[in-house]
Structures are given as C-alpha cells and as structure tokens.
C-alpha cells in the first residue's frame, strides 16, 4: 500500500540461514503487526508492537515510530517457515494500512 | 480449538448471485474487521465494527453489507457479485477498536466468482 512500503517482496533462503525484512511507513504509525501466510491462506499473527522489540523464538521485531520503520528477522530458518509475511501499521486514524507482502521460500 | 470461525471454507459463485460470508469468534472480543485479498493485491482494509456499530467502512461499493447479530458475529453480505469480487476474505477481532488492538485473524473464505 501507499502508506507501508515492504521489502523484499521476494526472499530464498536456504535452512539454516536467515535474514531480515523491513516495512518502511510515510508516516508516523502508532503500533505495527506483522503477520505470516501461510499455504492454507491463514493469516496467522506473529508480533504487535508499540514500541521497542519482541523476541519469539528464531523470530524478533523491532518497530521504531520516531524513525518509521519496522524489521521482522528471522533465525536458522526452515522448511515451515515458508509462507508470505505481512506488516500492517495502525495510523492514527484508527486505519490499519498493510504492506504488499514478502514471499519466502526456504530450501533444503 | 478455533477461536475465529468463518464459513465457508471455499465458495463458488456465479455473476449476478449474492452470497453470505459468515464469521463468529470466540475470544471475547468487542470490535471485529473484515478484510479482502485479491491475487493481484495486498491485503485491504474493509470494515471495522465496534459493540455490533459500524465505525470505519473502506469499502466503495455497496453491494458489500456486513451484518451482525450478535456482539461476536459479523457476516459479510456480498449482492451482484463480479469476478472481481474474488478473493480470499479474512475475517478478525480484537479486544476494543482501534488499530492499537491486536487483532486475530479467522482463516479466511476462499470466493471465486465465475
């Protein structure tokens, strides 16, 4: 969407490895979501945050609203972990505004 | 156990027809949402319903009407429907209104309209 640029739009990755994915916002957000898609076309929440980072798992969250950006990074991935991964930042206008999505493939 | 029901699964229809999209959740919430994503885009935003009130509507065209008749349902009321109506529609819930709530996500109603 307008509001949330989200990269990459596409990731591979290999077991074992990891990365990081990044929503940058227009504008101030007040809280962000990030969410994970899966191959049943579930969305399933992984994080919300109003400030600060979040830590489950390989998984961690960073949202900084002062500096408009969130991170999602994942640790040692696997095979499950496949899917396509969202942020959605709350305005504060109450409208939540989603980012176009990152699709990860993990591979043997 | 499901918290976050919605029926059904996958739903085909043809154009012109009208159909329900039913969601019920079962956490306690006050405020539930329906979303939409299309194959070509991302996820969008389309009500948002506070104690059965409709508080936030980002949805153009009328022949999307939700209705609920109970505090934790909200169905989706969809008329004349088009092939671009298609798409997989989420339903969700959170405690109170408001972005700042978490929300939780059903496991959304595949529609293809032929």
């Known amino acids: 969407g307008d509001q949330v640029e989200q990269s990459p739009s596409a990731l591979s990755l290999h077991e074992g490895t990891g990365s990081a994915l990044r929503c940058n916002f227009t504008?101030?957000?007040?809280?962000v979501q990030w969410f994970r898609k899966n191959s049943r076309g579930s969305l399933i929440n992984l994080f919300y945050?109003?400030?600060g980072t979040k830590e489950n798992g390989r998984l961690k969250s960073a949202f900084d609203s002062k500096e408009r950006y969130s991170t999602l990074h994942i640790r040692d991935a696997q095979l499950e972990d496949s899917g396509t991964y969202f942020c959605?930042?709350?305005?504060?206008?109450?409208?939540?505004?989603f980012g176009d999505g990152t699709q990860l493939v993990v591979k043997p | 156990d499901p918290k976050i029901i919605q029926k059904p699964k996958y739903l085909v229809a043809v154009t012109g027809s009208e159909k329900i999209l039913i969601c019920e959740q079962y956490l306690g919430h006050n405020a539930m949402y329906w979303y939409r994503q299309s194959a070509k885009k991302p996820l969008e935003f389309m009500f948002s319903?506070?104690?059965?009130?409709?508080?936030d509507n980002q949805t153009a065209s009328s022949r999307f009407q939700p209705q609920s008749s109970k505090k934790n349902h909200l169905d989706l009321q969809i008329t004349a429907l088009k092939p671009d109506d298609s798409a997989t529609y989420f339903c969700a819930s959170s405690q109170d209104y408001g972005g700042r709530y978490e929300q939780y996500f059903g496991p959304g109603t595949r529609l293809t309209v032929l």
């Open positions: 945050l109003a400030s």
């Open positions: 504008t101030t957000m007040r809280a």
């Open positions: 319903y506070s104690y059965q009130k409709l508080m």
């Open positions: 959605a930042a709350d305005a504060s206008n109450n409208r939540i505004f």
